[in-house]
T-cell receptor, first 112, second 116 residues
Framework: QKEVEQNSGPLSVPEGAIASLNCTYS??????FFWYRQYSGKSPELIMSIYSNGDKEDGRFTAQLNKASQYVSLLIRDSQPSDSATYLCAPQRDTGRRALTFGSGTRLQVQP | GAVVSQHPSWVICKSGTSVKIECRSLDFQATTMFWYRQFPKQSLMLMATSNEGSKATYEQGVEKDKFLINHASLTLSTLTVTSAHPEDSSFYIC????????????FGPGTRLTVL
């Protein structure tokens, strides 16, 4: 079992729709969870962080965390073509070291 | 957010040569920096943790004698790929969490290495 699993996609949604990105992780010790967006040829940029069970909203983005199910998701409302990118889920595996283990990422395509 | 820079942004070198990549935290101090590698269509894989004033810790399978890491100050870590080979061609990205406070990491823009 991979430490972090994401559907590679591509996930294709029409402009204005809601994109739902899912991630499961195996390390029960994980305490912090990050969603990064990576455009082709660029380094990741932080979209959302979530630490507690439940939902966290920031603009068009909502992160959802369920530690019991070892599941974290990212919802993007009113998807825009500029949201087309690869989204990486990254649980923080070791608070002391603060290193990240990345999932393989889900490629999102927002169709105009 | 905090800014991390990398230099160079891309480099092409001949097989057998060494290449040094710099990672700088521009507006904060970082006692720890992380080096990742990303091959095409794959995710980022942690290579090593760079610790200011002490030896780096390497992930399993990463050769410490091939990937030399030096973290000489609180704002600079360098990765030297020694005796580079075509299979070392990759996108190298560093990241740094601020020394105090947040768990968030800030990524450099990456360095594209091509070994001929």
């Amino acid at each position: 079992q991979k430490e972090v699993e994401q559907n590679s996609g591509p996930l294709s949604v029409p402009e204005g729709a809601i994109a739902s990105l899912n991630c499961t992780y195996s390390d029960r010790v994980s305490q912090s969870f990050f969603w990064y967006r990576q455009y082709s040829g660029k380094s990741p940029e932080l979209i959302m962080s979530i630490y507690s069970n439940g939902d966290k909203e920031d603009g068009r983005f909502t992160a959802q965390l369920n530690k019991a199910s070892q599941y974290v998701s990212l919802l993007i409302r009113d998807s825009q073509p500029s949201d087309s990118a690869t989204y990486l889920c990254a649980p923080q595996r070791d608070t002391g070291r603060r290193a990240l283990t990345f999932g393989s990422g889900t490629r999102l395509q927002v169709q105009p | 957010g905090a800014v991390v820079s990398q230099h160079p942004s891309w480099v092409i070198c001949k097989s057998g040569t060494s290449v040094k990549i710099e990672c700088r935290s521009l507006d904060f101090q970082a006692t720890t920096m992380f080096w990742y590698r990303q091959f095409p269509k794959q995710s980022l894989m942690l290579m090593a943790t760079s610790n200011e004033g002490s030896k780096a810790t390497y992930e399993q399978g990463v050769e410490k004698d091939k990937f030399l890491i030096n973290h000489a100050s609180l704002t600079l870590s360098t990765l030297t790929v020694t005796s580079a080979h075509p299979e070392d061609s990759s996108f190298y990205i560093c990241s740094a969490p601020p020394a105090s406070g947040s768990d968030e990491q800030f990524f450099g823009p990456g360095t594209r290495l091509t070994v001929l």
